[in-house]
């Protein structure tokens, strides 16, 4: 496998993400942000956060999987979440728990960062995915 996730010794522990990923391969793969829409266009879960999450993932497991990839491969996550607030990441993780089994994604997530943002590009949109992975 060309991805390897660590936390070294002091760095914060634990947390919900490695801190540091190392790829050995020389396929790049962007997916860029996915947001809660089916295939077709249409919002799914509007107003849920633990809902749009698991989409937004699936949608992002979609992706990496056309490119051959799984995230396994991930060296990076980053998520913008819209209005954000502490209080929502019980939320936010159990979208992320939601569909872990589903797509494949274990946790440590891969190194990860959530970005609050005050708006995305259309109302209904909590959040967005975006990963970069890599492949031999």
Request: net charge negative; aromatic share 6%.
């Given at each position: 496998m060309p991805v390897r996730h660590l936390s070294p010794e002091g760095m914060p522990q634990p947390v919900?993400?490695?801190h540091v990923s190392v790829g050995t391969g020389t396929r790049h793969v962007h997916v860029a942000g996915q947001i809660a829409r089916d295939a077709d266009g249409t919002p799914v879960a509007p107003g849920d956060l633990?809902?749009?999450v698991a989409q937004a993932l699936r949608n992002t497991a979609t992706g990496l999987a056309a490119a051959g990839a799984t995230f396994g491969d991930v060296l990076r996550l980053t998520?913008?979440?819209t209005r954000?607030?502490?209080e929502k990441i019980d939320a936010f993780m159990a979208g992320v728990e939601q569909v872990s089994t589903?797509?494949?994604l274990t946790l440590p997530l891969a190194p990860a960062s959530l970005i609050g943002v005050a708006y995305l590009f259309?109302?209904?949109v909590l959040i967005e995915v975006e990963a970069i992975a890599i492949l031999d």
């Amino acid at each position: 496998m060309p991805v390897r996730h660590l936390s070294p010794e002091g760095m914060p522990q634990p947390v919900p993400y490695q801190h540091v990923s190392v790829g050995t391969g020389t396929r790049h793969v962007h997916v860029a942000g996915q947001i809660a829409r089916d295939a077709d266009g249409t919002p799914v879960a509007p107003g849920d956060l633990t809902g749009q999450v698991a989409q937004a993932l699936r949608n992002t497991a979609t992706g990496l999987a056309a490119a051959g990839a799984t995230f396994g491969d991930v060296l990076r996550l980053t998520f913008y979440v819209t209005r954000w607030e502490p209080e929502k990441i019980d939320a936010f993780m159990a979208g992320v728990e939601q569909v872990s089994t589903e797509i494949g994604l274990t946790l440590p997530l891969a190194p990860a960062s959530l970005i609050g943002v005050a708006y995305l590009f259309e109302p209904d949109v909590l959040i967005e995915v975006e990963a970069i992975a890599i492949l031999d």
